[in-house]
């Protein structure tokens, strides 16, 4: 299989299509992401020219990998818990932490690289835009969104991890 072969992907797409809409729901993804994500890492083989010998059978075990990425992400993130879930009557100190947390916050999304400010500012906005509202707003293709979050956020853990404590189990602080 070559890049030049637009059958031989013409063919996969809907093998692709159906395995992805197979996993996502057990990995909490989109099937459009889980696809996404299959058609870049084939793209990428093809462009160092490594074709799989069995496109079928690689393509299911692609699928099934990103897959079980997603449910092992899943598992180490948190739920972010905005300011309405905040008590009303909170200390004063209370509200001084959570302000410092924002501002770093804020602060590392401007530092992230090429897109990703403008897409994590666009999810942090507390009007909650629907996915195909932020790829309107940043003039992308919706389908780019869930790869390039998870790209974005990725690289925002990796700079809060020097920042901030990451929580034990059970909410413990190292």
Known sequence: MTTHDPHLLRTL??????ESRAEAPAAGVEPDDLEQAVWLKLLERLQDHEAPDRPADWLRRAVRAEARRARRTALRERPYHGE????PHTSPESSALTAERRRALRAAVRRTPGHCPRLLTAMLDPADPTYREIAGEL??????LGPMRSRCLGCLRRMLAAEVPAPRPMGRVR
Do not use: D, M, R, V
Request: aromatic letters at 0%; proline letters at 6%; zero cysteines.
């Open 84 to 87: 309405e879930a905040a008590a």
């Open 139 to 144: 003039g992308i293709s919706q389908g780019s």
């Open 13 to 18: 797409a809907p093998l692709l299509a159906a």
